[in-house]
């Protein structure tokens, strides 16, 4: 049986570095910054791995550092960090369809990095100017992983899925005019793609990509 301990707010995973290679992740909106001190000090007593927390405003994040000191914070992608991660050979590409991506891309860049994953940031190559991707084919193709991002109509993870042979993981945005239904339509184009074998993540989950990249690195031990 998993082990956990009951917080009375919060039973904090504390089997999870165990299971998965990470420590319990946690989600910063709707907790209190008691609460988030708590679990963070939990987590950092009871486990050897990177502790994070997502979504976390920057009021927050400055009263919870007052608290848990050694810890750091990305203001673009609302994540605080405690301790190195041990570092992964495996290079994660974040691609952007468009520059309203970045705060997605942002997230995505940040979780893989905190997680020990190499990450570079290939910026704005939307198919609106195909000339963009293509440039960009031979730096696509030397990463091990690619997440891609993209709003509107979601037709760069298409593009970049034929491209490359890497595993393709493909977010899709909230960004666009009316009928991009705030990011609907993306994730059903990408979610139907005829590029075979992307993996799909929710809306605007940049966490959610890094992650998936994450698991990529994890076999059997």
């Known amino acids: 049986m998993s082990d956990a301990l009951d917080l009375g707010y919060a039973r904090v995973d504390l089997d999870r570095e165990a299971r998965q290679g990470l420590p319990e992740i946690v989600y910063g909106p709707g907790k209190q910054v008691t609460e988030i001190t708590g679990i963070v000090t939990t987590l950092l007593g009871r486990n050897t791995g990177p502790v994070l927390v997502t979504r976390v405003g920057p009021d927050a994040a400055e009263a919870v550092l007052g608290r848990v000191p050694g810890g750091r914070y990305d203001r673009d992608a609302r994540l605080l960090v405690w301790r190195e991660p041990r570092a992964i050979e495996h290079t994660v590409a974040v691609v952007t369809a468009g520059t309203a991506d970045g705060p997605v891309a942002a997230e995505a860049a940040a979780v893989a990095s905190a997680l020990g994953l190499r990450t570079t940031l290939i910026r704005d190559v939307g198919v609106a100017g195909l000339h963009r991707v293509l440039a960009a084919v031979e730096d696509l193709r030397a990463a091990d992983s690619v997440i891609v991002i993209a709003g509107m109509e979601g ?4 593009v970049i899925g034929g491209l490359v042979e890497t595993p393709v993981i493909a977010v899709p945005t909230s960004t666009g005019y009316g009928a991009a239904l705030e990011g609907v339509t ?16 929710n809306i605007d989950s940049g966490f959610g990509a890094a992650l998936a990249a994450f698991r990529l690195t994890r076999g059997p031990r």
């Open 155 to 158: 037709a760069l993870a298409s």
């Open 186 to 201: 993306a994730l059903l184009a990408m979610l139907t793609s005829c590029a075979a074998g992307i993996t799909v993540v």
